[in-house]
């Protein structure tokens, strides 16, 4: 079992009291549909006879019971209904809302480089639409038990009329249920060529989107288009196969219960009417009951696959634990002795890897395991500017889970951007938008430096930290920020390409092929903070 | 319930007066003709199971005088059995292939919109991908079900009016509550259950945020706060969900009480009358075929509203789905444009590119190009030299200031698209051979003049070899030289060069210069890099 699929276990062994109740409520939905129906054609044709015998016979038939019954199993049958639908449903939801932090987690403590990798696209298919599918296995679960109880139901139903007639029943349970499992067979196949058709088409777009410029340039926007739609094509012509496949299922289920009421009718010669009715009703009725397993068929196998694609994603704990030691050795690095008071400048041409270096430096790259140690050293902005779709203070706390609305004002007065967040009406409170898209280049910026500078680690690492300001705010930033820097007594290492930011180091290291080294250390030290 | 979403920007939409419904059936209409037959198959089920409830009906009450008897009955009801069965395959055949079209035709304007459209502006990819995919459901399911369920029980019951006038009237009596509560219900529930869609979005979009966010929350040590923060907010809703599956369920289990209400009256009353013990007289007389056969029919009458009322998630999603793909759903082919016949003259007056979100890519920008002169546009990553590229293109907003090509403005609706040579970090591939591949952007080139431009470009070997989807074949800088050859073989007087050597190693990149130096001859050349090297092979390096 893959750690993926002890989790799921897991979820499963919790919500059980749940699932128990969710199949025994199906259990008396599949029998009370069928013995419903075969009991009202019991009552029927006994009352006809009855009532065609006389008027004494009429009064001597017993309409109370059956009818009384045929209304409570009306009752049983809602009441049955809406207890498998609320508890199988509640133990999805709850199965779910459990499974989904735990993933989280498990994406969190697996290799750094895979979360990098891992483009918006993917992570939705994956942490979203995956993770949903999964919900049929929890609300599919009491399927088998209905389907079992209805059928059960029409064979012994059968039985009151003929073992003949049961036997006949049974053998229209298996071949239906044949059916039913060669059906799963094929979708199975089938669903995934179709999820893969799917990617295929989802990843030809990415990509062509990505050359648009090119596609344009040259006048062949039609041709990129004709080419995707033959992949949407592709994946939708085998989702209808998928799509269709339960109808072509139906047309045997339909056929077997026709070969089965004749069935029925030859082993019901000699009976009497009442039973006869009953067993063919039974017989009608108990087949649907397994019909349904069709579509549970077609829904485990989109879960299936979910639960495929989800489990690589997911890493034994047992390897997180031993990653999680705050005493492991640092990785080796190319730069500079550094000290706890240095400050030193990192510049170099674009593509040079000084991005790579420092996130090397910071256990975030090369690493097979988040090095959780490592990184409790270093308060990094980074290049490229992240934010949570949340408000400010979410996204300050990220770095100060416990910090005080002093302290986060501060850290924005240091980054140039209190004022911009106090004219807002919702100051701290004030939402930054998906990828921060409520706030300008510039502000989103500020804002990943500030959050960075309310991070409690020896080193700030700043990551072009003033790309995209204008000449004015960028002097305010880097002046507020020695004077931070004086305060807290952190060290910094600063990656930029500018003038002005590097202005405050002491030391310089050039990183790239090009140009000359200003500050030759090469000698390989390990960091110690 | 829970695995259907939509994007946030649905939510954000502010056209209010924007219809969901209304832009659904406009875009279904085109393909009526399919819808049509998928619904007369779906209507034609009911005929069939009266066949088949007629025929238990003259079959089980001669079953006792042997089957010769009841053999006619059997063999209607069998036949019928299997046709219904047939039927409901071709009904599904019939709304895939709705479905199929339907969700071409939308998806078709959604690609072409993202050919179009400035890089920047909300991604497709989700809508494009996954809303497309709920219209399926809606046509094939959620349409044919609609239209089925007005009318399929009212034939049902008019088949039972013929065998049981007063069963009829039962029928009919518990159909028109059923059908008032479903409708009360699904209005109730459908407001309801659009906010908890909505909320069951946001907590989508939350997690796949933070899913993002990784490394940022790797970087400040926060798993775990998130995971909690994460775990309180899926709970919170799971609790909040299961109370309004509560209320949903709780309608259709009364909806269903009385669906197993109208068979248990039937029942009794049919018992009641075939023992003459009724307690009032009717003007009917009963006998057991006209009873059994109302018994059959009894839960064909609800059948098409239950079928309506599963589907009705898929017309839910749709119109979820919709304002998103509504908002891309407008893409437009650019006019097609006179080719430059030689190299033009590039002027950009004062230009400023401010993108939707507000973020400035190019403010004051002005630089004039002589013909057949090449310009390195030099800045670190940020400072708006692809925007500059994109200007000339029309993907990219222009919002103040003019760009002039031969003294002619370059409109903003597709710009010089399909008169010009581009060559990028990242050249589009396609499955195929390598001539093919460069052959794309001259239909009807020689393979001679294929040849030409591959050697010109220092594509060297085997101009058949394969090349598979990804671009495996080719290395990096091979990649490059593609992207090269076809600006060679496009033979446009203007080129535009976005980061030709980006990523390359210092070995690759020199290798590639003399390429570039030779494709820049006789053209005006714009080249967007950081690179110091490619920047020397201009006659003039503008900063940005």
Known sequence: MTPFEHLLSDQMGAQRPRLALAAVAGVGVGAAAVILLALSGWFITGAALAGAAGLAAAHAFNVLLPSAVIRLLAIVRTAARYGERVSSHDAALHALAGLRPQLFRGLASGPPARVLGLGGGEAASRFIQDVDALQTLFIRRSAPWMAGAGAVAGVALGALASPWAAGVILMGVAASLAASHRLSGTLGPAGRQRLAAMSGFQNRLAAHQASAAEFRAYGLEAWAVADVMRRAERHDALKATVDIAPARQGLVQMTVTGAVVIGVAFSVQGVELPLAALAVLAAVMGLEAVGSLTLAARDRGAAEAARVRLSPWIVEETQLGASLGSDRPLPAWDGPDLSREARLGITGPSGGGKTTAIERLMGLRGAAQANAGLRSRFAYAAQHVMLLDGTVRENLRLAAPDADDETLWRALEDADLSDRIRAAPQELDTSVGQDGMRLSGGERRRLTLARAYLRDAPWLVLDEPTEGLDAGTERRVVERLAARLDRTGQGLILVSHRPEPLSICERWWTIGAVAATIIPTRERRLLRA | ?544
């Not at chain 2, 006792?64 to 009801?77: E, K, N, T």
């Not at chain 2, 101009?463 to 593609?482: A, T």
Request: aromatic fraction near 4%.
């Open chain 2, 1 to 544: 319930m829970l695995r259907r979403r939509m994007t946030l920007a649905a939510l954000d939409d502010p056209r209010s007066t924007f219809s969901a419904a209304i832009w659904l059936k406009a875009q279904a209409r085109p393909f009526a003709h399919d819808t049509r037959n998928a619904i007369a198959l779906t209507v034609l089920d009911v005929v069939l199971a009266i066949g088949f409830a007629g025929g238990l009906a003259l079959a089980i009450p001669v079953l006792a005088q042997g089957l010769v008897g009841a053999a006619p009955g059997l063999a209607l009801a069998f036949v019928s059995l299997v046709a219904r069965g047939g039927l409901a395959l071709m009904a599904a055949k019939a709304g895939a292939r709705a479905g199929q079209r339907m969700k071409s035709s939308v998806r078709r304007m959604i690609v072409s919109g993202l050919f179009t459209a400035a890089p920047g502006s909300a991604s497709g990819l989700t809508p494009c991908v996954e809303g497309v995919e709920t219209l399926d459901g809606y046509v094939s399911r959620f349409v044919t079900a609609k239209a089925a369920a007005s009318v399929a029980p009212l034939i049902a019951i008019a088949a039972c009016a013929l065998a049981s006038p007063i069963s009829a009237a039962i029928l009919l009596a518990t159909l028109v509550p059923f059908s008032v509560g479903m409708a009360l219900a699904g209005m109730a529930a459908g407001e309801e259950s659009r906010r908890q869609f909505s909320a069951l979005d946001r907590l989508a979009s939350r997690y796949l945020d933070r899913v993002r966010a990784l490394p940022v929350i790797l970087a400040f040590q926060a798993e775990t706060s998130t995971e909690t923060a994460l775990a309180q907010d899926s709970e919170r809703l799971a609790q909040k969900t299961s109370g309004v599956l509560r209320v949903a369920f709780l309608s259709s289990a009364i909806m269903e009480f009385f669906v197993a209400l109208s068979v248990a009256l039937v029942a009794v009353y049919c018992g009641f009358a075939l023992l003459g013990l009724l307690p009032f007289s009717v003007p009917e007389t009963l006998d057991l075929p006209r009873a059994l056969f109302v018994l059959a029919m009894a839960p064909e009458v609800y059948a098409p509203i239950r079928r309506l009322a599963a589907a009705y998630h898929e017309r839910q999603a749709a119109e979820a789905a919709a304002p998103a793909l509504a908002a891309l759903a407008n893409g437009v082919p650019p006019p097609a444009r006179s080719q430059l016949v030689a190299a033009p003259t590039l002027r950009f007056d004062a230009v400023e590119v401010r993108y939707p979100n507000g973020e400035i890519a190019v403010r004051d920008f002005s630089l004039t190009v002589a013909p057949g002169e090449t310009v390195a546009l030099l800045g670190a990553s940020g400072a708006g030299k692809t925007s500059v590229l994109h200007l000339l293109l029309g993907l990219a907003p222009l919002t103040a200031g003019q760009v002039r090509v031969d003294g002619r403005p370059v409109a903003d609706d597709g710009g010089m698209g399909g008169t010009v040579a581009w060559a990028g970090q990242h050249p589009f591939v396609s499955p195929g051979s390598l001539g093919h591949n460069i052959a794309l952007v001259r239909p009807g080139s020689t393979q001679r003049e294929v040849m030409a431009a591959a050697a010109q470009a220092g594509l060297f070997g085997d101009i058949e070899r394969p090349i598979d989807e990804r671009g495996g074949g080719l290395s990096g800088g091979e990649r490059r030289r593609l992207g090269l050859a076809r600006a060679l073989l496009s033979n446009a007087p203007l080129v535009l060069l976005d980061e030709p050597t980006a990523n390359l190693d210092a070995a690759s990149e020199a290798a590639l210069l003399p390429m570039l130096r030779n494709l820049m001859r006789g053209r005006t050349a714009l080249i967007a890099t950081h690179s110091d090297r490619v920047a020397a092979l201009a006659d003039r390096i503008v900063r940005l």
